[in-house]
Structure formats: structure tokens, C-alpha cells
């Protein structure tokens, strides 16, 4: 992408921004607060003090791996929607991992189990990609399948076979040695960060810097003028999958390894689809999925303190996260879909 082409698209996105924050605004005026004070609460919440940015970045986490997992799909021209299945998946797999290989050293434990997330994320995620190479079939459909089936799956596992005593659904507490260690004290901020840094440099890496990563992107952008290339689009569909599915486990990895120490149900409050949104907004790159990831925690963790200043209830975050989909993710996802019907 030209540079003049890339600042358009960042254009498109602050202005999607502006607009859905200046209509946030109109329906705190009609609540009958100041969007000042309201969006002046949620900054403060968000970023007034150390504590409060260490949590905002945790917040964003999650968000970033999966939005790096669907930007990743959509650079080869497939929508991965089974995120959350996927880190459904790979966080059970690295916890049950974990509680097996116990009496193991620290490091072999806390690794072991991250590459057996990854692995479970990867397999659910090349599910779709291989119907879809294979077979034609519809990689959303299929993933959507895979969300209820991974996450029914899960739900069934800690609601009985690995479950916990006690009435909370949840597996027994991982072993200390396979812990993600915190940053900051008193705050969720942990060493997944560095483990997303690491993940986001290397995806850049990948598919600016090597031919493979080359080869993949000219999948996304034409798959018949990159078949007639040479280039075995088929291999590329399955391959960008898989990794896809492999980025959103780590979410899920981090999650629980990092904040709860143990798998528990619903842990995750649409992780995956809400990274569909982060992906599309940031533009399907690293960078732009990083700092829209940030974006969306700053709003979610400030929530809480606008809440309690003002009146305005924390759905008016949720309102704003809407409208910023709505008027950035719908036209481009009209947009990919006539570009697949036209390939």
C-alpha cells in the first residue's frame, strides 16, 4: 500500500473515532451530564495514575492478540471469526498442560504449556482454512461452528471432568512455577505484554520482511493473479489460518496464566469478536492493531470511574465502541466481501 493510501486510511479511522466520540457526547447532553466531566471521568480512570494505566494496557491485551490474529487471516483474504473458540481452545489446552507437567521445573512448565495453547489454537484455527482450501466452504461459517463447539466443550470440561471443588466452574489453580509475573504490583499487568511486543514485531517481520509473508499478502490481495503467479494459494489459505488460530490462543494464554492462575468459564467477554472490530479499525497492522487495541482499553477501563462521577452509565462506552464498528468495520467488510465474489 502507497503511503498517500495509507494515510487515508488512517484518516478514515480518526474520523470514524471523532464522530462516534462527538455522538457519545450527544447522548450524555440528552442524559442531561457534561460529555467534559463524563469523558473527562473516563481519562482520569483510564490514565490517571500509574495503577490505573498498568490495568488499562492489561485491558488491552487481549484485545491485541486477538485483533492480531483476524488481521493476520485478513491479509490472506480470510475472516477468522473463530477467535474465540480458538482462545477458548488453546487456554484450556496450556491449563490442563500446566496441571499435568507440575512437579516439572519452572521454565519447562510455563513454556510447554504455552506452545500446547498455541498448538490447540492453531489446529481449531486451520479447521476452517482447510474446508475452505479444500472444499470451498465458507470460513466463517465454519468458524462460527467451532466458537459454540469450543467453548460448549470447555464449559462441559470445567463444569465436570476437570472441575474444581466448589460450586464455581472452574479447573484447580495452576502451579506457581507457570504463572506470567506481574509488572507492577497491585495491578494486572504482567509479562504478556512483552510476549505481545515480541509477537506483534515478529508479525510485521513475517509479512513485510520475508517472501513467504509476501506471498501470503498476494493471496489477499488477488488469489487468481497470485495462482496464476505461481504462488499455491490453497497452502496460503490454510497457513494463515493456522497462525491466526495460534495468535488468538496466546489471549487466552494470558488470560488465565497471567489473572485468574486457573481456567475459569467465561472468562472471556467476546475476546474474539470484539478483535474483529480492533483488527479493522487498525488497518490489519501491527502498529494500528496495537494502538486500537489501547484505544478499546482505555474506554473499558475508564468506564467504571465515569460511572461513578457522573451519571452516565458505562453502556454509553459500549455505545461509542458500536458506533466506531459500525461506521469502520461495516463498509469494510462490504468491501472484502464483493472483493471475494469478484476473485
Request: glycine residues 10%; proline residues 4%; contains cysteine.
Amino acid at each position: 500500500m502507497k503511503k498517500w493510501e495509507q494515510m487515508s486510511e488512517l484518516k478514515k479511522s480518526l474520523a470514524a473515532i471523532g464522530i462516534a466520540i462527538l455522538v457519545g457526547a450527544l447522548f450524555i447532553l440528552l442524559s442531561g451530564e457534561s460529555p467534559i466531566e463524563a469523558y473527562g471521568a473516563l481519562l482520569k480512570g483510564a490514565l490517571g495514575s500509574p495503577k490505573s494505566i498498568a490495568n488499562t494496557i492489561s485491558k488491552s491485551i487481549p484485545l491485541a492478540f486477538t485483533g492480531l490474529a483476524v488481521a493476520l487471516g485478513f491479509r490472506c483474504g480470510m475472516l477468522n471469526i473463530g477467535a474465540e473458540g480458538q482462545l477458548h481452545a488453546g487456554a484450556m489446552a496450556a491449563v490442563l498442560t500446566a496441571l499435568s507437567l507440575s512437579s516439572f521445573p519452572a521454565p519447562i512448565v510455563l513454556i510447554v504449556s504455552i506452545i500446547a495453547g498455541i498448538f490447540a489454537g492453531m489446529i481449531v484455527g486451520g479447521i476452517p482454512g482447510f474446508f475452505k482450501a479444500r472444499l470451498n466452504t465458507n470460513e466463517v461459517i465454519v468458524a462460527i461452528m467451532l466458537n459454540y463447539i469450543c467453548t460448549l466443550f470447555t464449559s462441559w470440561l470445567v463444569n465436570g471432568p476437570v472441575k474444581s471443588d466448589g460450586s464455581t466452574a472452574q479447573t484447580e489453580v495452576l502451579p506457581e512455577s507457570a504463572w506470567l509475573g506481574r509488572l507492577i504490583p497491585q495491578t494486572q499487568l504482567t509479562t504478556a505484554l512483552f510476549i505481545l511486543i515480541a509477537v506483534a514485531v515478529l508479525m510485521y517481520i513475517f509479512l513485510w520482511k520475508t517472501s513467504v509473508g509476501y506471498q501470503l499478502r498476494a493471496v489477499g490481495v488477488n488469489p487468481s493473479a497470485a495462482g496464476t503467479a505461481g504462488i499455491r494459494v490453497k497452502t496460503y489459505m490454510i497457513m494463515a489460518m493456522v497462525l491466526s488460530g495460534g495468535l488468538a490462543a496466546l489471549a487466552g494464554i494470558t488470560e488465565v496464566f497471567g489473572k485468574y492462575h486457573r481456567f475459569i468459564e467465561g472468562f472471556s467477554p467476546s475476546f474474539g469478536f470484539t478483535g474483529i472490530a480492533v483488527a479493522i479499525l487498525g488497518r490489519n497492522h501491527p502498529a494500528g492493531v496495537l494502538l486500537t487495541a489501547l484505544l478499546f482499553g482505555i474506554m473499558d477501563m475508564g468506564a467504571l470511574r465515569m460511572s461513578r462521577v457522573t451519571d452516565v452509565s458505562t453502556n454509553m462506552v459500549t455505545v461509542v465502541q458500536s458506533l466506531v464498528i459500525l461506521l469502520v468495520a461495516a463498509p469494510e467488510l462490504i468491501k472484502w466481501n464483493k472483493k471475494r465474489k469478484r476473485g
